[in-house]
Every structure is written in C-alpha cells, then in structure tokens.
C-alpha cells in the first residue's frame, strides 16, 4: 500500500513509509554504489576504487619499483583495514591480476612468486608472494603530494585517500577494463601507449579531430597476448566512434617444415583472456570426436613462451585449411567485444567514443598541472619568505647574533627590530636589493627560519648560495604565473610531458613495442570432406544386430566374417574413405556417417547407435554410400511412399533427418534409388502393380501418396524399372528372369493390382 495510516501505538523511533518507496530508495542506492564505487571505471584514471586503493596502499608502504617486495598479504590487509573493507580474498585476487603479464598490456604491479599462469592457475596464497609497484604505477601517482587531486575520508573517517590518481597517461585505454554493474556493463580492450600519446597529441593540436583520424594513430587494441585483428578498419572505425563495437582476434601460428614434405603447425600466440589449458583441452575433444579429421594431435610443449603444436593427419592438407576449421571450432579465433561505458567525470556513467575518452583525460591532465603549478607557486612563495629573511639576517648579522645572544625573547625582540625599508649590499656576484616585508619587520616565518639557522651557514658561501637559490626561484615563479595565465603553454606543457612518457614506454622499453598485429580476414571456404582425408579403399561391413566396422582395402565380399554369437552380416559393400554413407530407419529418418569415422576392422566394430541417435525401437532399413546425383523412393509399411533427392536426405546432427512421416504401427519399409520410368509394387497378398513413375511427387518430406491399395496386411517391396526393358527379379535358384510386357499389371497408381507373374520369388521381393 502506498497510503499508511499512523499508528498511536507506533514507537517513535520507528519510520513508516511504503513499502514500494522504500525498496526503491534502497536499490537505486545498491545501484549507484556498484555503478560508482565497484564496476565501472573512472575515466581520468582508468581505475576503479579497488585498484586505486591498492596502489595507494603500496604507495603509503613505500614500495616504489626500485625499492624492496613486501608480503601481499600485508598489502591486502592494509587495504582492507584503511581503505577497502570488503575482503581480503577479493582485494588480493585484484592486486594479482595487475601483476600478470598476460591480463595486463602494462603491469601496474611487480609480483615475485606465483601470481598464477595463462593455463588458468590460481596464484599463490597472499602469505607466499610479494609485490612492489612498477614504474607504470609509479607514473600514475606521480603528483600526489603535490595537491594535483582531490583527496576524501576513508570508510571511517580516520585516513584521507585519493578520488582520483593523477595519471600522467590514459591508462583506461592503456591497460583496458571490464566490469558488470547493475544495469550496465563495460568491457574495454588494452592499447598501446606510445600510439595513445600520439592521438592525445594531435588531439591537443586539433582538439575538433574527426574519429576516424585518431585511427591513423591508434589502428585497434594492442592485446597483452598478441595475437592478429582481422576485422576490417570500417568496424573498427565504427566501434570506436560509438563506443560499441566488437573485434575478431586469431592466434599467431607458424608452418614448420619437417623435411620430406612433413610439417606441422605452432601457434606462438593465442587470443586475449582464452586460457590455454582449456583450449587444448576443447582441440583434444575436437579430435576425439573426429569433428576435424584432418587434425591428428595437439602437444603443448611451451615454457615461458607458448608454443602449441598441431599435427595434420596427412601432408597434402592445406595449412591454411585445418586452421580455417579450427577458427570455427575452437577459441584459437575469439571475438572481443568493445562497451566503452565508463565515469566521465567520477559520477556518470556514459557510453563514450574513444575521443571522448581521450578528451575527459586531456581535460583531466590540465586540471592536474594548474593545481600542481599553484601548489609549487605556494612552496616558492614560502621559501621566498624564508629567503628574505635569511638575507636580511646576512646582512645586518651582528645586530642578528647581539638579538639572539643577550635578548631574553629573541623571537620578539626580532619581529619588533625595523631593519629599514631597504637593505643594499654590494656583493661579488652580483648587487642585491630586498626589502622586507611590512615596514622593516620579519615576519613569524622568517623569524622562526633564523632562530633554526645552523651555524655553518653563516659563512660567506652560503650567503652566495642563497642568493642564487632565490634568483632561482624567482625566474621559477615567473615561469608559473606565465603557465597559469596563458592556456596555450598549458596544452604545449602537456605535450611535452606525453611526449616523454611515450618515450618512457615506448619501443624502448621492456614489452613497450606494438604486440597485435593486424590482417585480412582470409576467410577459407568450406572444403568438402573429400578433400580433408586421405581416399582410401575400405569395404564397410554391418551386422544383423547393427555392430558397423571398416576392412581396411576391397575385400572378397563373400569371404566369411567373424560376427558375435547370435549376429551375422546384413550389409557389406565396397567403398573409401572419403565417402558418406546414408542410414535409414525404421522411423523414417535418414542418419549420416562419414566413413573415415567407422571404427576399424580388427575387432567386431561398434553398434551403429552410438554414432547417431538411432532409437532403441527403431531398425536399419537401409545402409548404403551417398550419390548426390541420385533420387529416392521411400515407402511405408502402409503403402505409401515420394520420391526424395539424396541431398535433401543428408542430415548434418547425430539427430539426423526426418524424410518420411510414419504414425502408431506404420513404419518406414524401403529405400530404393530410382533407375528407369516405371515403379513396381508387390504387396504382402502378392498381388502387384506396375505405374509411371511421373505419377510419384517429388518431395523433401512427407507421409507420401498411396501407391497401392490393400485389404488386408501392407507393402511388401517396391522398385524401378524401364518399361522398354521389361521388369526382372531373381528366382530362388539365384537365376536372373524378365517379364518383358508388363501390360498386364499396369494400371492407376494406388489400385489393388493383380497376382505377381508365375516364378516371381515367394518372399515377395525383386531382389
């Protein structure tokens, strides 16, 4: 209810609102509180909370990249008891993944023990590995002290931590990231920073650049794995402009030669987060299942470095071939997808084209250099003070020394002393005039710096040093005011500090250099299984009871065959390798087997229902190799059977294909290739009619027409023939005989027809 009624017997404390607001409130604040301080990335930075806290951490225990490794579990329960109270498996399972080289395109962490591998292994427990940050890291703090941010309490208000790090490169780019908040998602690749520098650059020079030109500088991802884009540049373009997008990763491979015509092919790089383990594991299965037959082994013999080796069965396979079928079967070729949703300026999520990404950073680094210009003008302006009154004590000394040696409060008597509105003293270097500030008096800084001063610094050196210290400082100071006031020296400052940081992280430095490539796409066309496999001649042979097995060349096909006890041979024919053997069933589908997947001929073979899904009540009507040139006739116990193409029956599953309809007791009874103009039906009552086969539809899948009628019982066979030839069977004795006018039994299909001629077999069958 949205109305409440108050209740005077309601304790006070207690507020009542409806139920439908207060679920509400509280899961937009769910909402926002993932979105904002979990999921989703800050575009200044690149960061989310938790790494940011992580590396502030590290940063508070001193743990720069040239200094020592400390134990993670000390790192992720600092953060966790100051900054990050929401467990110390989550915070170290995200301080691993920026210590490892193959999720990071640049580590933000320097991890020693086992941070886990591309295989897919956990790291180590926190109390067994250490870590320390690394230079890149060190890039994104660089500032911190100098009031370049915003910094905010902690959970508890004990400790300040920053909003936000000053990065000194678009880390959100660099390093990528992906997360799922509640409503929302984003999923970021990494790029290469020496490209990123390039486009902000020209993007200061050119702020109303087109999308499409910042491709010239950043052509796609630069992956931590490498790898080979081959989606073409207008996606590409089209991803970066909007936001949204996808890119097609392959792996890197090479076609090593063995001699003699041998080879074998090693994939030296894989695709971006697919975990090797698990794709050596799915080829395995590719090979076990026979999916792709020309593949005969995969061995992962990689080290440090991956090298996966595949083996073709047969040297006469294009390489190109087996590795268009394992793109389309395994994670070898992934597509990465691209949801640029991040926090523009710490609070909204948007989903951004890359120049808005790269703008909200540029913005973000001249906000950075004017509040840390204007916190060095605050320091100079200190030191200056300071300056001023440590000259002013050089030049009146004495009066210095006499305040502070017999004065009972120097500090006082300092402040009330009028040292004059001007002090000149010629020096060596240089002629000097400083006035003090007020009219002659110190002020409590420069006071408390004289009374600090040591002794050795009285000498004449010092003085000098001073003098240059402060001439110094002031051409500083200038400097700052001209930076502050004139936004073009702003943007060239920011330039200039890209530019080193790209040469920082370029080509030069360790794993700097561009590690995805980019190509065409190369589709490879589907090759038929003819050409995949070796063709050899092999002589198919199945039992009674449905065992299929493969002689291995042309066998005698009257020599006898070992079957089990109880079993005998049913079907034994000739064929190869190559071929495809069409199963029909009882229950009128059609099922399709390669032969070079029939299990070989040493043993007994293997039921044939374990190749496809044949049904446990369903029988083999037919067995027989594929003739895309042909056509069928199917029939039903019923009488009722169409013509079918072959191709329309090859069925593509282990499911198979349904071709003729069949209800309650019917089923499906024969299989003929049709040869000829004319079809002969004989019944189970031995009657039989003979009618042109243009009478007979040409279907894909159907119950059929009649094609003849009974009283009682069914069909019995069906076949064939050319009416000018007469139609022939085999009699008894196994002789051959022709009736050469079959006028007599012609008629309309689906007539009962007349008794079969004299000597046609008693089984009812033509052949």
Known sequence: MDDLVDDPNMDPSEVAEPLRRAIGERYLTYALSTIMHRALPDARDGLKPVH?????????????????????????????????????????????????????????VDGQGNFGNIDGDNPA????????????????LEGLNENAVDFRENYDGTLTEPAVLPAQFPNLLANGASGIAVGMATNIPPHNIAELCDACIHLIKTPDARDDTLLNYVPGPDFPTGGVIVEPKENIAQAYRTGRGSFRLRCSYEVEDLGRGQWQIVVTEIPYQVQKSKLIEKIAELIQTKKIPILADIRDESADDIRMVLEPRSKNVDPEVLMGMLYRNSDLEVRFSLNMNVLIDGVTPKVCAMKEVLRAFLDFRREVLIRRSQHRMEKIDYRLEVLEGFIVAFLNLDRVIDIIRYDEDPKAALMREDWGKEHVRAMDEADYVSPPPGEGELSDTQVDAILNMR?????????????????????????????????????????????????AFGKDYEGGARRTRFAEAGEVEEVPLEAMIDREPITVVCSKMGWIRAMTGHIDLARELKFKDGDGPRFIFHAETTDRLLVFGTNGRFYTISAANLPGGRGMGEPLRLMVDLPNEADIVDLFIHDPARKLLVASSAGDGFVVPETDVVAQTRAGKQVLNVRGEVFAKLCKPIAGDSVAVVGENRKMVVFGLDELPEMSRGKGVRLQRYKDGGLSDATTFTRADGLSWHDPAGRTRTEPDMSEWTAKRATAGRMAPRGFPRDNTFT
């Open 455 to 503: 002794l050795r610094s009285l000498r004449r050196l010092e003085e000098l040093e001073l003098l240059r210290e402060q001439a110094e400082l002031m051409e500083e100071r200038a400097g700052l005011e001209d930076l502050l006031e004139n936004e073009d020296l702003q943007w060239t400052r920011i330039a200039d500090q890209l530019k080193e940081i790209k040469k």
């Open 52 to 108: 940011r806290r992580i590396l502030y951490a590290m940063r508070e225990l001193r743990l720069a990249s040239n200094g020592g490794f400390r134990k993670s579990a000390k790192i992720s329960g600092d953060v966790m008891g100051n900054y990050h109270p929401h467990g110390d498996a989550a915070i170290y399972d995200a301080m691993a993944r920026l210590a490892q080289d193959f999720n990071v395109r640049y580590p933000l």
């Open 125 to 140: 427990a926190s109390r067994y590995t250490e870590a320390r940050m690394t230079v890149v890291a060190e890039a994104l």
